[in-house]
């Protein structure tokens, strides 16, 4: 069976909504999906996806602790993951919810398209899943231009492990990807556990945790991927992140030079622009109107009405606002 899955908490409801909403768009309900839990801050979510009857809440504990479990073993391979984050937190772990997207391994669809909660579907997937056919992993992205968020580029293991031409074109963004059930068995995680134990964990990137290690599980298996963005023609590849200022919108769907994307991902965004958006504050980002018009698909009359003046995500804050920083650094 196929699906889409993606991870979340109530955090991001209102982002979880707007895709949930796009895929509902394109697939009407017939097209399964399963969403991994980020942490137990589920209620708004479990309340929700009881009105969807193709939606579920991924509730196997035992395979969200195998994986809880195996990403901590990796970052306390780690030389100095752990002092990094307990330097600028309190956490042990940096953002260890991230990994329980790897769940999807375990999960109810044989092949899958993950998708992060900040991103909407605009196209039908049937290319992705028809390259799974030959593939066991499948992108569209061009996180392979920037290597520094995805390893250590720092690191000197890096190019022992890895080719130059690799870590030219095999780098892959997190956010959505197409694979398999089961393509990282046990006996291939206990193998790859110990070569990051013997010190290959160095070349991990620390602030892009669950990134970071899923392009060392591709890379270091060996597993057959693919990526759109270095196989289409410049003709006929699309961009897919907001931070693209060229794209049109038409009819609610979203195109480049012609061409329809597969997704938008609002990368780079924070959960609580959503949130301040959607509880009325007039805050403008890059297609804005795109995630509103998803966001409230089914209920167009809660769309928030804006009375003010929009204030750009990015803009810097008051000078009333950095008087009361300053102030409260003083005092410490």
């Known amino acids: 069976m196929d699906g889409i899955c993606t991870l979340a908490n109530d955090k991001v409801y209102d982002q979880l909504i707007a895709l949930l909403n796009s895929i509902e768009a394109i697939y009407d309900q017939k097209m399964p999906v399963c969403i991994y839990p980020y942490d137990g801050n589920t209620a708004q979510i479990t309340t929700e996806i009881a009105k969807r009857p193709h939606v579920q809440l991924y509730d196997r504990q035992n395979s969200i602790d195998k994986w809880d479990e195996f990403v901590k073993d990796i970052w306390d391979a780690h030389p100095t993951a752990h002092k990094h ?9 940096h953002r260890i919810g991230t990994h329980r997207r790897y769940c999807a391994f375990d999960g109810p669809f044989d092949r899958f398209v993950y998708m992060d909660a900040d991103t909407l579907l605009i196209s039908p997937l049937d290319q992705i899943f028809a390259k799974l056919e030959q593939n066991d992993w499948v992108v569209y992205d061009f996180q392979y231009t920037d290597l520094s ?18 870590l030219k074109t095999e780098i892959f963004c997190s956010g959505f990807y197409g694979s398999k059930k089961d393509i990282f068995p046990e006996p291939m995680r206990i193998s790859l556990l110990e070569k990051l134990r013997q010190g290959e964990a160095a070349v991990l990137y620390d602030m892009a945790p669950d990134q970071t290690i899923l392009n060392y599980l591709v890379m270091r298996s060996g597993i057959s991927n693919y990526n759109f963005a270095t196989h289409l023609s410049h003709q006929e590849k699309t961009g897919c992140c907001i931070t693209s200022p060229h794209f049109q919108i038409k009819d609610n769907l979203i195109y480049d030079q012609g061409n329809r994307l597969t997704y938008l991902h609002y990368i780079g965004l924070s959960s609580k622009i959503f949130n301040q958006v959607c509880a009325g504050e007039n ?8 995630f509103l018009h998803y966001r409230y698909l089914h209920e167009p009359e809660q769309r928030p009405k804006f009375t003010t003046k929009p204030k750009a995500y990015d803009a810097p804050p008051s000078l009333g606002t950095r008087i009361i920083r300053k102030l409260g650094l003083n005092k410490k």
């Open 85 to 93: 984050w307990q330097s600028i937190g309190k956490d042990k772990y």
């Open 149 to 166: 968020h995805v390893y250590d580029i720092a690191s000197v293991k890096l190019t022992e492990l890895f080719t130059s031409e690799q």
């Open 283 to 290: 805050i403008d980002f890059p297609y804005r109107d795109l």
